[in-house]
């Protein structure tokens, strides 16, 4: 039986991990819009390469409950660089047809997977700088920092192929977690995902020790059409990692989707029996520190 959301909600990607299917007063629903937002070209994509990767949200559970997605790092001609899920991309982009032609979003048609809702731009707003992008329920968030370079050991005599390509072992502590990374010379792109940058070659593999979050190399290539890293505008607000990682920690569904008029009629499990929307979700930020 398909399990159809009946709302108008591009929301609720974070409260569909948790719920399976919510029934929610369309009425209220419809008078609660995202600010208009437009995408802007900030480059033209060089190099794409695809990982997948593997992170967990609730680290009490073990054996760890795995949630996929297919991220993208594209690498700009001028510098900019732009690390997304293209799993989550693609869950809007389909949600967002649905809502358009009416009626229900059925989750079944949906691809799986998407759990990563951040993206991180390097050398944009302007060189130098990080741009992180992440959402809270119906709530945007960005922090600008400036662009670091972990701390790297390279691991002598370590060799490992990865997509055709000798990689050597690097690794650091960084941003409260120790990372193991593989890097290939043969392809001289100081990038990686997130900020795992700065090192003599493209990192197509990373993990950290407890493998919460990974990232394996699962394709690359390079763009000889006009093809844009782009970005989407729209009303942010302004906040710095710590802090945000606060705002998660402390974040209430109920009392969110409450506070904007918005009434759940009902909560349905996968297995169709009721349920019950969390007053606190699990998080596990990639940033720890």
Do not use: H
């Not at 899920?85 to 229900?104: C, D, V």
């Not at 008029?261 to 909560?267: D, H």
């Amino acid at each position: 039986m398909k399990k159809v959301v009946t709302t108008l909600m591009l929301v609720s990607f974070t409260l569909m991990a948790n719920a399976q299917g919510m029934i929610i007063d369309k009425t209220q629903a419809r008078n609660t819009k995202k600010a208009k937002s437009d995408t802007l070209t900030i480059d033209q994509v060089a190099y794409r390469i695809t990982y997948n990767s593997k992170s967990v949200t609730d680290t009490t559970k073990t054996p760890y409950r795995y949630k996929d997605d297919e991220m993208r790092l594209e690498i700009g001609k001028n510098g900019v660089s732009r690390f997304y899920s293209y799993t989550r991309f693609l869950r809007k982009q389909m949600t967002a047809e649905m809502i358009k032609k009416g009626g229900g979003i059925d989750l079944t048609s949906i691809p799986k997977g998407g759990a990563i809702s951040w993206e991180l731009y390097k050398n944009y707003p302007v060189q130098g700088k990080t741009l992180y992008l992440d959402v809270i329920s119906l709530d945007s968030y960005q922090c600008e920092e400036t662009v670091e370079t972990p701390d790297w050991q390279l691991v002598p005599d370590s060799t490992k192929e990865i997509l055709g390509y000798q990689c050597q072992m690097a690794t650091t502590r960084f941003k409260g977690r120790q990372w193991t990374v593989w890097y290939t010379e043969d392809i001289p792109l100081d990038e990686g995902p997130w900020k795992l940058r700065g090192l003599p070659g493209l990192v197509l593999s990373a993990y950290d020790a407890k493998r919460q979050y990974v990232f394996e190399g699962a394709g690359l290539e390079q763009v000889s059409t006009d093809q844009p890293v782009v970005i989407v505008e729209e009303k942010r607000e302004k906040i710095s990692q710590k802090n945000f990682r606060k705002v998660l920690s402390r974040y209430d569904p109920m009392a969110a989707l409450s506070s904007r008029g918005i009434k759940i009629i009902s909560v349905k499990e996968a297995d169709g029996s009721e349920g019950k929307l969390p007053t606190k979700l699990p998080s596990n930020s990639i940033e720890l520190e």
